[in-house]
């Protein structure tokens, strides 16, 4: 079973920065980030293919950078210029191409950490 495992959530006020990294514990094509906002259902914020084309939501678009370090099997989330409406359970997905019947041949998520951004 494949783990991933996200830390660098916390409390920050607005303005401020975090970095989220979530190691994968093998290779995975498709690594990233969503987020769950209490009561609102859980959006994409973030992914980057092994090769590194990346996309964001508009949402986060210019405040936060994805990378990842294929070396480590290892996934970032650099988040700057926190607002409050970014406060969320941010979690970290790993999945493999998409298959007929869209369906990815693996689909992988970590248990989340929390991000509050508050004064």
């Known amino acids: 079973q494949v783990q991933l495992v996200e830390s660098g959530g916390g409390l920050v006020q607005p303005g401020g920065s975090l970095r989220l990294s979530c190691p994968a514990s093998?290779?995975?094509?498709?690594m990233g980030w969503y987020r769950q906002a209490p009561g609102q259902q859980r959006e994409r914020i973030a992914t980057?293919?092994?090769?590194?084309?990346?996309n964001y939501a508009d949402s986060v678009k210019g405040r936060f950078t994805i990378s990842r370090d294929n070396a480590k099997n290892t996934v970032y989330l650099q988040m700057n210029s926190l607002k409050p409406e970014d406060t969320a359970v941010y979690y970290c997905?790993?999945?493999?191409?998409?298959?007929?019947?869209?369906?990815?041949?693996?689909?992988?998520w970590g248990l989340g950490t929390q991000v509050t951004v508050s004064s």
């Open positions: 093998t290779s995975i094509f498709v």
């Open positions: 997905n790993g999945r493999g191409r998409m298959i007929s019947g869209g369906q990815y041949e693996y689909d992988y």
């Open positions: 980057m293919s092994r090769g590194g084309d990346s």
